[in-house]
């Protein structure tokens, strides 16, 4: 009896995470974009900046990442933290 082949995921194709990419991308862009079409009513004169609210989003999801990651590092406990103690007595 044959093994099956394997079934590989569409994810696993480097031709579609590169168009997954450019959509992101594009999309992205749209929504900067969609700041000339409609009228923001800013409460702070910074958020009348064109561009303000992504660049704001991408700071503070950056800093989340960075802050997560110094997090991991002072909380790490070693893989056998759980372990039962032995103790050979």
């Not at 950056?62 to 103790?87: H, Q, S, V």
Request: net charge negative.
């Amino acid at each position: 009896m044959k093994n099956p082949a394997p079934r590989t995921h569409w994810l696993d194709e480097p031709k579609h995470v590169q168009w997954l990419w450019r959509g992101f991308i594009a999309v992205l862009a749209l929504t900067v974009l969609a700041e000339l079409v409609f009228s923001l009513h800013p409460t702070f004169q910074i958020e009348g900046w064109f561009g303000f609210h992504a660049a704001f989003g991408f700071i503070a999801c950056a800093l989340m990442i960075i802050g997560a990651k110094a997090m991991g590092l002072l909380l790490k406990r070693p893989d056998t933290f759980y372990a039962e103690d032995r103790t050979d007595e």
